[in-house]
């Protein structure tokens, strides 16, 4: 059986995308954040990204290209789990509207039980954003790289496929940190999966990963109800199938309340 123990604010991990346009006099700082969401129960996964370029545009006049330089980065996606991470930084023009944005994936590998293994790439320039996304006057981009949907095996092989899924999020206002750690007779538990929705469990709005520590991040958050579960085994689909996390039980859930402050909470799984 393909378990996976799953990731947070995704694993979390996150990076910071910026870079300079000197083409307007005012201009405005975005943070792009990626994570990753859960992942299997691999000791390690390789991205090697070689290229970040995106295009804005301002109202109804044309668009422009950009590419950040020094892209070029090779990430073990499991050790990020619960951070966030800076990596570069980009300026837009105030009110302007970022209509694409892609990622190069050159290759990928996969280390289980202490084997390494490549990883087919699949669909290797990723275009992440499907609708133009309104900057205003900045904020923070995440993108938030869901692994659990991205990476399968073949059957009971040692045959990985990444197909990379990512959703971006746009935020901006006050917002505040849903953290905390998860315990498991008394002991922290690491690699689970720690997913965020409202009370309403109608959607999955976060997924983060437990790092060695116990700890998750599930990102800012404004004011609000919001749930909390967290799921101790998942079982990796094949390259057929999809993972459906609101098909699946949790081991532990909890409410918690965003009201002006950060939020810290200890999670306790029998």
């Known amino acids: 059986m393909k378990k996976v123990l799953v990731i947070s604010s995704l694993f979390v991990i996150?990076?910071?995308f910026f870079g300079c346009l000197n083409l307007f006099e005012d201009t405005t700082t975005v943070s792009v954040l990626l994570t990753d969401r859960p992942v299997s129960d691999i000791d390690k996964l390789t991205v090697d990204i070689s290229s970040f370029t995106y295009h804005y545009a301002i109202g109804d006049k044309e668009g422009e290209w950009a590419a950040p330089t020094n892209v070029a980065t090779t990430i073990d996606i499991l050790s990020l789990a619960g951070t966030e991470v800076?990596?570069?930084?980009?300026?837009?023009p105030e009110n302007a509207s970022l209509t694409q944005l892609r990622l190069t994936i050159e290759e990928a590998t996969v280390t289980v039980g202490g084997e390494e293994y490549p990883v087919e790439v699949k669909n290797k320039d990723v275009k992440v954003i499907k609708s133009a996304l309104n900057i205003l006057s900045g904020g923070e981009l995440v993108l938030d790289f869901d692994l659990a949907r991205s990476l399968h095996q073949k059957g009971l092989s040692n045959v990985y496929i990444l197909n990379p899924v990512l959703k971006p999020t746009f935020r901006r206002g006050k917002l505040y940190f849903i953290k905390g750690e998860v315990l498991e007779s008394?002991?922290?538990l690491k690699l689970s999966i720690v997913a965020?929705?409202?009370?309403?469990?109608?959607?999955?709005?976060?997924?983060?990963?437990?790092?060695?520590?116990?700890?998750?991040?599930l990102g800012k958050w404004k004011d609000g109800e919001y749930l909390i579960k967290v799921y101790k085994n998942v079982e990796l689909p094949d390259e057929t199938e999809d993972l459906d996390l609101l098909s699946l039980t949790e081991d532990a859930s909890e409410v918690v309340t965003v009201s002006g402050e950060d939020v810290f909470r200890s999670i306790n799984v029998k």
């Open 86 to 92: 800076s990596w570069l930084n980009i300026e837009l």
């Open 14 to 16: 996150l990076f910071a």
């Open 186 to 188: 008394g002991n922290p």
């Open 196 to 217: 965020l929705m409202p009370t309403d469990e109608s959607t999955v709005l976060r997924i983060t990963m437990t790092n060695k520590y116990g700890e998750f991040n």
